[in-house]
């Protein structure tokens, strides 16, 4: 590690706003570190759009964090992730931490009944998704659900418009035989109360969002990279970058993260 690479920000990275709920895990549990975000807004949503596109826009966008420096980098999208990973590791010198839809846990969660993996329809679509799929379909049955137009709605922060498109999406679902849902994109957390409304009770519903932030806390504590200034602690040290209208885009941010900060994301079973 080069010296004073420890003070270096954190890099955040997502389409939009659905990133800013692993930031909320992120500054709770690692309150020393200072962090820059990095909402691609201009470019937004990423899951409806090919493979070839988000790969291009994903390094373009982690291309502006990494010129600001950081000492590690969190796609914190479940699309970029699938699709961009590797080409981004290939590029940028520093520790890259992805996203992947939280299927073991869920698997292990021990009760029996279907999967639901609510996700966009280019992750479903990825073969990272399908490897995982595989890997996990022997143990329980998986069910893929594409949420096209879900991102969008969220960011609109329009309550009634959002429990309308999950009743009409879990009308189509035999909940009954559902044990867990697994939210394979980062935006879904936000509407984790939403769902488990919508799904009725004794459905686990499972994000993989603290999992993430621990594999990067023991990357940081390996490379004795953790930041441990003394003036720094406990103060939310957290600069919002994005590719759309800063005027919107910032106040949108600081409401996310605020929800993020407020709601702890866990099991509401
Ligand atoms: N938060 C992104 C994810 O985890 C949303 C992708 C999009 O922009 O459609 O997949």
């Not at 479940?78 to 590797?86: G, K, L, Y």
């Not at 594999?215 to 040290?237: F, W």
């Amino acid at each position: 590690m080069k010296k004073g690479q420890n003070l270096l920000p954190i890099g955040v990275f997502d389409s939009g706003m659905g990133g800013i709920s692993v930031l909320g895990e992120l500054v709770k549990m690692m309150p020393n570190e200072k962090y820059i975000y990095m909402a691609d807004s201009a470019n937004a949503p990423y899951g409806t759009k090919t493979c070839d596109c988000v790969r291009s826009l994903s390094v373009n966008a982690v291309g502006m964090l990494f010129a600001r420096g950081i000492k590690a980098l969190v796609v914190a999208c479940n699309t970029a992730t699938s699709v961009a990973i590797n080409d981004i590791r290939g590029k940028f010198n520093i520790p890259v931490i992805g996203m992947e839809p939280a299927l073991k846990p869920a698997v292990e969660n021990g009760k029996t009944g279907d999967i639901v993996v609510m996700a966009t329809p280019l992750t479903l679509k990825e073969e990272k998704f399908k490897a995982l799929f595989s890997r996990f379909n022997t143990e329980a049955s998986i069910i893929r659900l594409p949420c096209p137009g879900l991102v969008e709605l969220i960011e609109s922060e329009t309550e009634s418009e959002i429990r309308n498109y999950l009743q009409e999406l879990f009308s189509h679902v035999r909940i009954t035989k559902v044990s867990s849902i697994v939210l394979g994109c980062t935006h879904y957390c936000f509407i984790k109360e939403d769902i488990a409304q919508v799904v009725g009770p004794g459905i686990r519903i499972v994000d993989g969002n603290a999992g993430t932030v621990r594999h990067l806390m023991n990357i940081l504590q390996a490379r004795h990279s953790l930041n441990s200034r003394p003036e720094q602690q406990n103060k939310v040290d957290v600069e919002f970058l994005t590719t759309g209208d800063i005027s919107k885009i910032i106040p949108l941010s600081q409401r996310f993260l605020e929800r993020a900060l407020r709601d702890s994301f866990i099991d509401p079973l």
